[in-house]
């Protein structure tokens, strides 16, 4: 009788955080949504004025900063959870029930402990800030608004989430304490000072993410236990540094491209590219593989997100490729592999970080990705064609392939928009992406359901920029860190202790970024690793253009190889297999795609020497 009183009061707790989680989840998302909404009109209008009436408005690119770094923060409890978490498990799927409950607490801890840290930081540094916007005539202390009232949300909501999960009160108080206990590091004196306190905070960040802490939440906690260990970043510099981070007017390309692609999607414009590249090269050998790729090949001029097109593919693609014969496990791995492609092929996401980590012209690298995608989709079409095992097809006749060509040319006309728009200079990066969005819109409101679907789509994209957004905020500090260290030089010697060839640079570059590549994502693989080898490769005589666009294309193979293997395990969770065997299945396309990269490593070096 008082076992099952128990369980039914453990019952009730659960329904009711669950539905308490829910409620915060669903009222945040909407606040995303209509930040996002807001955003994108205030930055479309500013460009129609600029455009149109040959004046700007002074405040739009501070007010666009800020509404970003709302949305951002207040998304906090959108980004511990989800792909975009980025969240290593392959130590924990290794370890039994237990082992695992005691893992999946101490993740929980790091995530809380993370947050806890940004609001207290938050308070303090929005108590002792001075000044006020120029532009906006607002005090700068409420920059830190959103990081308080999103941080002390996500608290509440990883608290709320424990107990939803079945953990008892007891076990979630142990978390709880734990978290506290993590975030109480940056209010410690210096215990034990150490030549490169950047050194523990990697460790740190490193230990947490074995135990399957999201990211960010890592980064963040790493950070605060190297406080102790002499890391002159305290509390509020943790917090000041997280902020500046997202003060580029330059990163709100990332969302409107993002937006842009879930509008194509949702309003069926992606589904077209399919059709087409079905007529163009269904008859071949390996049909619907190489419509696959061809159809990545197309849709990466508008999405820019290998996550999202690694989602599309999964659900649309990989069936079509497992009724035509392929097995699910190969079907699976052929939209992993291609969709590499989104975020190498202009408009880049990845690219946007790499020119908001080191100053590189987005157009410039705009252009050497395009090359760079090319040539791996000719890579992977000949290990497509080699390794089909399906028969081919009757082709389409002339009629059919126009009237597939004709539907998805408004996807073609708003590609070369966003492409010559930026390489020619007459856009910025930013503006050029909310044209791309507001032409989606328009374009998916006068499709079937249309309203529904641009609903949905700005609410997924607000959770997205949300978790990429705190990923660029949260490597800030400990790239700042680095360098106080004097990790970028110490890394720059010892690359050119090898000679200073540009064969040498370019080969222990390749070779520090493919080891990388596998635990890192592209994200933080670009904001941690393109500050540091960089200078390296610009020294050699390499041009920095080229290098960038190798480094993007390295570490963006980390995204088929184990551990992490983010595309993988996307295409594999929605096609609901496990991701060993489609990380086998993936090896030999993998392989053609490192021989390709490592082609372009080789000629970028020679031309060095030219």
Not at 205 to 228: M, R
Not at 335 to 351: E, G, M
Not at 491 to 499: E, I, K, N, S
Request: with cysteine; proline share 6%.
């Amino acid at each position: 009788m008082v076992l099952a009183a128990r369980r039914q009061r453990g019952a009730a707790v659960r329904r009711t955080a669950a539905r308490a989680a829910a409620a915060i989840d669903r009222l945040l998302a909407g606040l995303a949504a209509t930040i996002l909404a807001v955003l994108l009109a205030a930055v479309f209008a500013a460009t129609l004025s600029r455009y149109a009436l040959g004046a700007g408005f002074v405040a739009s690119e501070d007010f666009g900063i800020w509404l970003h770094t709302a949305l951002v923060f207040l998304g906090l409890p959108f980004c511990a959870r989800g792909p975009l978490a980025m969240r290593i498990d392959v130590v924990i799927h290794r370890l039994g029930p237990r082992g695992r409950a005691v893992a999946d607490a101490a993740a929980d801890a790091v995530a809380l402990a993370a947050v806890l840290v940004l609001t207290s930081g938050a308070g303090k540094v929005a108590v002792l800030i001075g000044g006020t916007s120029p532009t906006l005539g607002l005090s700068e202390s409420w920059r830190f608004v959103p990081v308080i009232i999103g941080g002390g949300l996500a608290a509440l909501e990883r608290i709320l989430a424990s107990l939803a999960g079945g953990r008892s009160v007891p076990a979630t108080f142990a978390v709880i304490a734990g978290g506290v206990v993590l975030a109480t590091a940056p209010h410690l004196p210096v215990l034990l000072p150490v030549g490169l306190p950047s050194l523990i905070a990697c460790a740190a960040a490193t230990l947490a993410l074995v135990v399957g802490a999201p990211f960010s939440h890592s980064l963040i906690v790493g950070l605060a236990l190297a406080v102790p260990f002499g890391a002159r970043l305290p509390e509020a510099a943790i917090v000041q540094q997280t902020v500046s981070g997202m003060g580029k007017f330059l990163l709100l390309a990332i969302p409107f491209f993002l937006l842009a692609g879930m509008l194509m999607n949702a309003g069926g414009l992606a589904h077209r590219l399919v059709r087409l590249a079905s007529a163009l090269v269904g008859h071949r050998r390996g049909g619907m593989a190489q419509a696959t790729l061809v159809t990545n090949l197309m849709f990466s001029g508008v999405s820019g997100s290998s996550i999202a097109d690694a989602a599309f593919g999964a659900k649309v693609l990989a069936p079509a490729l497992v009724a035509d014969g392929v097995r699910p496990e190969k079907a699976a791995a052929i939209v992993a592999a291609t969709a590499v492609l989104p975020n190498i092929i202009p408009p880049s996401i990845a690219f946007l970080l790499l020119a908001s980590a080191t100053g590189l012209s987005v157009g410039a690298l705009f252009e050497g990705g395009l090359i760079a995608g090319l040539i791996l989709a000719a890579a992977m079409a000949v290990m497509l064609h080699l390794s089909a095992d399906t028969p081919a097809r009757p082709a389409a006749g002339r009629r059919e392939r126009l009237a597939a060509f004709v539907a998805a040319a408004p996807v073609f006309g708003l590609a070369l928009i966003v492409f010559f728009g930026i390489r020619l200079g007459v856009a910025t990066p930013t503006e050029a992406a909310a044209v791309a969005s507001v032409y989606a819109l328009v374009a998916t409101l006068a499709a079937p359901d249309g309203r529904r679907a641009s609903l949905d789509a700005f609410l997924q994209a607000g959770r997205e920029t949300a978790a990429i957004g705190l990923l660029v905020a949260s490597s800030a500090p400990l790239v700042f860190l680095l360098a106080i260290d004097g990790l970028p030089q110490a890394l720059a010697g010892w690359v050119t202790a090898f000679g200073g060839h540009p064969l040498a640079v370019m080969l222990v570059a390749n070779l520090i970024l493919l080891a990388v590549g596998g635990p890192l994502d592209v994200g933080p693989g670009i904001l941690l690793f393109a500050p540091l080898l960089l200078p390296s490769a610009v020294a050699a005589g390499i041009d920095p253009v080229a290098f960038g666009v190798v480094l993007t294309v390295n570490l963006m193979i980390g995204g088929l190889t184990p551990p992490v293997g983010v595309l993988v395990f996307v295409a594999a969770g929605i096609t609901g297999l496990s991701a060993g065997p489609v990380f086998r299945a993936v090896l030999p396309l993998t392989l053609f795609l490192i021989a390709a990269t490592m082609a372009m490593a080789l000629a970028a070096a020679l031309w060095a020497l030219v």
